[in-house]
């Protein structure tokens, strides 16, 4: 289980960070760029398509949030365990993926609330997806550098300690 030396380790979070930055609260970020360079019906379809992606957020967490809540927390807190106290390197692995992807959704749940409650459509739409598509790259970005510098510590104790 030795995850942070084995290569599709770091693949799977270069892919879980595109997926990510490219997919902002469910929308396609290339949709973003055509309505902004191309206006009209590609601005209609984005709205469109950023109302049902955003309504369809908004309804899994009136419905079923706190049980969503509660689960993740959960599961984040047997993870954490597993990572800190018992060292398992899976575990930390999964921890540095996990959590920071946990804030990004946080922080589209609470994009897709300021979307719905100002009821945003045409440019003021745009540039709120384009400002979250910004704070998942600042965070996906730090969050590869702190995973590659504990990676790089944990393959430097392991090979000198043989364990």
């Not at 995850?3 to 490219?22: D, E, G, K, M, Q």
């Not at 598509?133 to 000198?160: C, D, E, H, K, P």
């Amino acid at each position: 289980m030795r995850s942070f030396s084995n290569l599709w380790y770091w693949i799977a979070l270069a892919v879980v960070w595109a997926t990510a930055s490219h997919r902002v609260l469910g929308v396609p970020y290339d949709m973003v760029l055509r309505a902004r360079r191309a206006g009209g019906q590609a601005e209609a379809d984005l709205d469109d398509i950023a109302r049902v992606q955003v309504n369809r957020l908004l309804y899994i967490a009136s419905v079923s949030g706190i049980w969503i809540l509660g689960v993740t927390s959960f599961l984040l807190t047997c993870l954490a365990v597993l990572a800190v106290w018992y060292r398992i390197e899976f575990a930390q692995a999964l921890l540095l993926m996990v959590v920071p992807m946990s804030g990004v959704g946080l922080l589209g749940l609470s994009r897709a609330r300021h979307i719905d409650a100002l009821c945003l459509t045409g440019k003021k739409l745009q540039v709120q997806l384009m400002r979250q598509r910004i704070v998942t790259q600042v965070i996906g970005t730090i969050s590869i550098f702190v995973t590659a510098l504990w990676g790089m510590y944990q393959n430097s104790t392991i090979g000198v300690l043989g364990g």
